[in-house]
């Protein structure tokens, strides 16, 4: 688990949104579930947005998430890229399989969702909508609209 946050309504709605790396599976998600009777119901979770990751080599998968006054969910996405072996240098090796090792491949790129705080308006429904004013306009070609900022190593909370 990367992070937690309820909802600005968790009053009435119960609702607390979730930040975790499922086993199997090569993404990191955001889901909404609801809390009642003290513990969290697996049953009612709602996927929101799945983040892909390698899981060849550590490091920096962010998690921070934060509402805005307009119930806007702000999320933090760490670049996924080991940069041990950089020798403090900026993370960038185009070798062959040398990709964990590579920050292109996410903070810099338009429409990788990693190296980013995103900025969603979660729905009703488990879904989400864009808000103004993020970087990307939707329909942009080879861009995510869920990007607010890019080219972060590990942002936090």
């Not at 969910?73 to 070798?95: A, K, Q």
């Amino acid at each position: 688990m990367q992070g937690v946050i309820l909802d600005p309504n968790y009053a009435t709605n119960h609702w607390m949104y979730v930040y975790y790396s499922p086993k199997a599976v090569s993404v990191n998600r955001l889901s909404r579930f609801t809390w009642l009777g003290g513990k969290l119901n697996m049953a009612t979770e709602k996927i929101i947005l799945e983040v892909p990751v390698q899981r060849e080599e550590c490091c920096h998968v962010g998690g921070g998430m934060v509402f805005d006054k307009a119930a806007n969910l702000y999320l933090s996405t760490g670049d996924n890229t080991f940069s041990r072996s950089s020798d403090g240098f900026t993370p960038i090796d185009e070798r062959p399989g040398e990709s964990p090792r590579d920050a292109q491949k996410s903070s810099s790129n338009t429409n990788d969702l990693r190296g980013k705080i995103l900025r969603i308006h979660p729905e009703a429904n488990g879904s989400y909508t864009i808000p103004a004013g993020n970087l990307f306009p939707e329909g942009t070609a080879k861009t995510r609209p869920e990007i607010y900022t890019m080219g972060n190593r590990n942002p936090g909370d």
